[in-house]
Nanobody, 115 residues
Framework: QVQLVESGGGLVQAGGSLRLSCAVSGSIFSTNAMGWYRQAPGKQRELVAG???????NYRDSVKGRFTISRDNAKNTVYLQMNSLKPEDTAVYYC?????????WGKGTLVTVSS
């Protein structure tokens, strides 16, 4: 069964940290080519960070130095460590393939950063 299950979101104060997890199942996904995306209220979904099959990482400018994407291939899990969180990081966070997203999305995990 093809599935993406995100977890780890919550309410945190500005400056705090959270670690998101994405459990990946199904042959169309590979933890070697996965990314994290987010969608804030009233805004389009955007890339946050991603792994390429070549092993490189890509981060949007606003999270560079604060967020770190990692993976555990044995557990088929991708993580997003988020430090120094800001209110503008508030969004529902999703994982999906990267750089080409699939049509399959999980339910996401809500991150709310209070000021």
């Amino acid at each position: 069964q093809v599935q993406l299950v995100e977890s780890g979101g919550g309410l945190v104060q500005a400056g705090g940290s959270l670690r998101l997890s994405c459990a990946v199942s199904g042959s169309i996904f590979s933890t070697n080519a996965m990314g994290w995306y987010r969608q804030a209220p009233g805004k389009q979904r955007e890339l946050v960070a991603g792994f390429t099959r070549g092993g490189s990482t890509n981060y949007r400018d606003s999270v560079k130095g604060r967020f770190t994407i990692s993976r555990d291939n044995a557990k088929n899990t991708v993580y997003l460590q988020m430090n120094s969180l800001k209110p503008e990081d508030t969004a529902v966070y999703y994982c999906n393939s990267y750089p080409m997203v699939s049509l399959i999305w999980g339910k996401g995990t809500l991150v709310t950063v209070s000021s």
